[in-house]
Structures are given as structure tokens and as C-alpha cells.
């Protein structure tokens, strides 16, 4: 099993920068791919982005790709999320989350732990 805590939310101004960190406890961390999701006030949890156990490969939302970087620090047991040029409509509770699968994967259900969520605010 894997505790995870999320850091870094905060409130930005539309354009600038946040990096989230999501530290995790427990087992071994590089036996989990990643994912990140987030959750705005009134809608569902989507999906962000993802990587697997390495951080070779990664995967990302279509609203979010070129703009956030998701990467990982095995030897830290953190998983970061770097959101540049950001949006009004970024604006949500962001929360990181580990699978035990091999597999990178955007399906929420797939993911078995998750963390308590960081807000992100972007003004414009």
C-alpha cells in the first residue's frame, strides 16, 4: 500500500506557473505508474496526465498538453506536475493517484490510491 500527499496549489494569476509535488510513503514507489486528475467545482474528476514507472512514458489530457509536464523522482518517492500558461478553466482540486498496474493508464477507476487533492486557482 501507498500513502500520497499533494503540495504546491495555490492561487495564480492566468499565464503564470505552479509545479505540484505528490509525495508518496509505503511501498516501493517505483512499482506504481502515476496519474494526476483534477476536479472543478460542479463537474466530474478527469483525467490530467500519467506516466509510468520510469517516467519514459507519459500521457496527457488533450486541454493540458504542451503546457503541464508530469515527471517523477524515484530515488525522492515524488511524482510533480509543472503547469505553465495556465487558465481560468484550470481551476480545480488537483489530485495525484497510484496504480499498481503495469500499464499507463487515464481511466480513473483503474487507479488504487489516491491523495487528499491540492487547490489550484487561476484568476484572470
Known amino acids: 500500500q501507498v500513502q500520497l500527499v499533494e503540495s504546491g496549489g495555490g492561487l495564480v494569476q492566468a499565464g503564470g506557473s505552479l509545479r505540484l509535488s505528490c509525495a508518496a510513503s509505503g511501498r516501493t514507489f517505483s512499482s506504481y505508474a502515476m496519474g494526476w486528475f483534477r476536479q472543478a467545482p460542479g463537474k466530474e474528476r478527469e483525467f490530467v496526465a500519467a506516466?509510468?514507472?520510469?517516467?519514459?512514458?507519459?500521457t496527457y489530457a488533450d486541454s493540458v498538453k504542451g503546457r503541464f509536464t508530469i515527471s517523477r523522482d524515484n530515488a525522492k518517492n515524488t511524482a510533480y506536475l509543472q503547469m505553465n500558461s495556465l487558465k481560468p478553466e484550470d481551476t480545480a482540486i488537483y489530485y495525484c493517484?497510484?496504480?499498481?498496474?503495469?500499464?499507463?493508464?487515464?481511466?480513473?477507476?483503474?487507479?488504487?490510491?489516491w491523495g487528499q487533492g491540492t487547490q489550484v486557482t487561476v484568476s484572470s
Open positions: 506516466s509510468n514507472w520510469s517516467g519514459r512514458i507519459t
Open positions: 493517484a497510484a496504480t499498481e498496474r503495469v500499464v499507463v493508464t487515464l481511466t480513473l477507476e483503474e487507479y488504487d490510491y
